[in-house]
């Protein structure tokens, strides 16, 4: 007999907080190992799976396995606390929504985050090496795939974009897929050195060169070797200093100030700027001669707001390094945190959002971060990529038909409202998906894109 909902749990236990759903739904249940070693003649509506008593590498194990034999089933994580940081990812591209336990005992509270459309689009990946990257954003994947390529090209490399955005992390990942990856990286922040030393610290001194040069010094080109020198804010440098700095670039060849001996660079040049060179070459602050020598590859990095639908995978790659750098123990977060990240517009790109995430990391309690720790009064809101909403319901059947209702619409759309196309997305027949859209009442109009 097929069931439309069923329970999945680390045995066939049946938590208190759902045993009135069970009986009053007709939920089947099942055990986590049998639901993944014997196959399923019927799929189910939708697998509720209660993750309380499983391990980060069980969730995402399991996840998998949905993804894999359950295609068009809705999946609903349950939990108490959230779930492992560890999962988090698994949990973001796999489930469908999450439904906190807790909340279970107050039936005025009773909801489900639900995420809209049952097809779940895969974001784009990139493998370079062991490292997985994922972006729902084609201009961001299209620059990751073009920072791939170029990773050990020698030819001088512009990293463009607002404060915050990740150049120093690009630019970093960069030298990482390089074959320069076991040299050294440096970083040189022009805004960060004063004017009268810019010069010293790229290019380096000998003792007595100057008033307080009481040591040799190795510059930063020097120290780089034949690993990779990011310049940050190229735009802050004096006319004359890029006037030296032209020479770098197009020769490799520099001196130590107090000698006339010519070294040369091994290093490969990246430059990072959050104003446009353009316009400071306009204005006669920057040399013509140095930006078309490094603007010969550019890559633009993309504001947060404008790829809202990272957000949430960003901050899961930002909690797990800074858990690490940290020392914290094990964390749990929620689809409901993770989604709500997407709510802030973030001006100060990834920088603010690493920061925010700090907070509420040191101010958790528990190992459960919640928004109110990110220190936010009031959000800016944007419009999502991939909406979130809740429904508001005490029937588990008007979830399910809300559910399944909109699932359809949205497969449908997908498809270019090609019936036939979405009923095998859905894994149904023509048939049934044609009963369906009548039962629902669904209207064609609802079926065609917005402006098809």
Not at 36 to 46: E, F, G, R, S
């Amino acid at each position: 007999m097929p069931f439309r909902c069923v329970l999945i749990s680390s045995s066939n236990y049946i938590p208190p907080s759902l045993q009135d759903l069970v009986q009053q739904q007709g939920f089947a249940v099942r055990a986590l190992p049998e639901l993944l070693d014997v196959p399923w003649q019927h799929k189910p509506d939708t697998l509720f799976f209660d993750v309380r008593q499983l391990s980060a590498a069980e969730i995402s194990s399991a996840l998998q396995v949905f993804s894999a034999n359950f295609s068009g089933t809705r999946v609903v994580i349950l939990h108490d606390h959230g779930f492992p940081l560890d999962s988090a990812l698994s949990v973001m591209l796999e489930a469908d929504a999450e439904w906190d336990l807790r909340l279970r005992q107050e039936p005025d509270q009773q909801w489900l985050q639900l995420a809209a459309g049952a097809v779940r689009p895969a974001p784009f990946r990139l493998a370079v090496g062991a490292q997985n990257l994922l972006t729902w954003h084609p201009e961001v994947y299209n620059m990751l795939q073009t920072a791939s390529r170029l990773s050990d090209s020698r030819v001088p490399l512009l990293l463009s974009g607002e404060t915050g955005t990740g150049k120093s992390t690009t630019a970093q990942t960069i030298h990482r897929w390089s074959t320069r990856a076991q040299a050294p990286f440096v970083f040189f922040p022009c805004g960060a050195v004063s004017r009268d030393l810019i010069y010293a610290e790229l290019f380096g001194h000998r003792r007595g060169a100057f008033t307080g040069a009481i040591h040799d010094r190795v510059g930063k080109i020097e120290a780089a070797g034949t690993g990779t020198l990011l310049i940050d804010e190229v735009d802050l440098l004096t006319l004359d200093d890029q006037a030296k700095l032209l020479r770098v670039v197009e020769t490799g060849q520099y001196e130590r100030i107090g000698t006339v001996e010519t070294s040369l660079s091994q290093c490969r040049l990246i430059f990072a700027s959050n104003v446009d060179l353009a316009a400071e070459v306009r204005a006669g602050r920057f040399r013509s001669d140095l930006y078309f020598r490094i603007n010969v590859l550019e890559l633009q990095l993309v504001p947060l707001r404008n790829r809202l639908r990272d957000i949430p995978l960003i901050a899961i790659d930002c909690l797990h390094n800074l858990a690490a750098e940290h020392g914290s123990g094990s964390l749990n977060v929620t689809l409901k945190f993770l989604n709500g990240l997407a709510h802030h517009t973030w001006p100060g790109n990834i920088r603010e959002l690493k920061n925010r995430l700090l907070r509420a990391l040191t101010l958790c309690e528990a190992g459960e971060i919640q928004s109110q720790h990110l220190g936010i009064s009031q959000l800016e809101t944007a419009p999502i990529t991939a909406p979130m909403h809740v429904i508001q319901t005490n029937s588990l059947n008007g979830y399910v038909a809300e559910a399944s209702r909109e699932a359809i619409v949205s497969c449908i759309r997908a498809h270019g409202n090609r019936k036939s196309a979405a009923a095998k997305a859905l894994n149904i027949s023509r048939s049934t998906l044609y009963r369906k859209i009548k039962e629902y009442g669904i209207q064609e109009q609802e079926c065609e894109l917005a402006g098809g």
